[in-house]
């Protein structure tokens, strides 16, 4: 299988709890992206990196979040002191990193994190 | 105000019947890009057309076909000959901005159609 892969699919954790998750690119993409899904919504766009570089951080990236492509391969998605407003799908997605806005992007399957 | 709005909750379609999903969007960069993607319930997103602003021609890819009206700002997702297995949320997606690499890199989704098809 050469598409996104994500782990672990699945995450429950406790409240106040630090959680970590895995992404691994499509091999020969540049960009990465990291989103946010809750329940009955459209994912939210969290950050992106291009190769190692870490490009862009929505709002929606507070401190108890950080993440990370040290090697310019895979990606951690790191979130600290978890609280239950973190429950959602947690979804990455690469891209070629093209010139110009078709640049597509291919999602994983995602990690769904329940915080207790 | 919303950037992508899909006013469609969720649709009923026969098996074999033609549906138009609606999506309309909200810019005012003249260079933008619309995306349509089909989540079924396993999660994963799944890439299904593009249309470029620019793009004079209606973007197709096998049964999808995108109804692009620039005027009225809406991108609707065309299936054909509906079949069971497009039974799935349906989300249109935008990036805005500037072409270039480091631009607008962001897609702003919708909040999705749920389409079930009927045998």
């Known amino acids: 299988d050469t598409g996104v892969s994500q782990d672990p699919r699945h995450k429950i954790t406790k409240r106040g709890q630090n959680v970590t998750f895995r992404c691994d690119p499509i091999?020969?993409?540049?960009?990465l992206y990291w989103y946010r899904q809750t329940l009955g919504q459209g994912p939210e766009f969290l950050t992106y990196?291009?190769?190692?570089?870490?490009?862009?951080k929505s709002r929606l990236l507070s401190d108890r979040f950080s993440a990370e492509r040290p090697k310019g391969s895979f990606s951690t998605l790191e979130i600290q002191r978890t609280e239950q407003g973190d429950s959602a799908m947690y979804l990455c997605?690469?891209?070629?990193?093209?010139?110009?806005?078709?640049?597509?992007?291919?999602f994983g399957p995602g990690t769904r994190l329940t915080v207790l | 105000a919303q950037k992508i709005t899909q006013t469609q909750p969720g649709m009923f379609v026969q098996e074999k019947e033609a549906v138009t999903l609606d999506c309309t969007y909200d810019?005012?960069?003249?260079?933008?890009?619309l995306f349509w993607y089909k989540q079924p319930s396993s999660g994963e997103m799944i890439f299904l057309i593009y249309?470029?602003?620019?793009?004079?021609q209606n973007a197709t890819e096998g049964r999808y076909s995108l109804n692009f009206q620039k005027a009225r700002k809406s991108a609707n997702l065309v299936i054909s000959a509906s079949q069971l297995g497009d039974s799935a949320m349906y989300f249109c997606?935008?990036?805005?901005?500037?072409?270039?690499?480091?631009?607008?890199?962001?897609?702003?989704f919708g909040t999705g159609t749920r389409l079930t098809i009927i045998p």
């Open positions: 997605a690469s891209s070629l990193g093209l010139a110009g806005l078709k640049d597509t992007q291919y």
């Open positions: 091999s020969e993409h540049n960009r």
């Open positions: 990196f291009q190769n190692e570089a870490q490009l862009e």
């Open positions: 810019t005012s960069d003249q260079s933008y890009g």
């Open positions: 249309q470029g602003s620019y793009d004079e």
């Open positions: 997606a935008m990036r805005e901005g500037h072409i270039s690499n480091f631009g607008n890199e962001k897609l702003t």
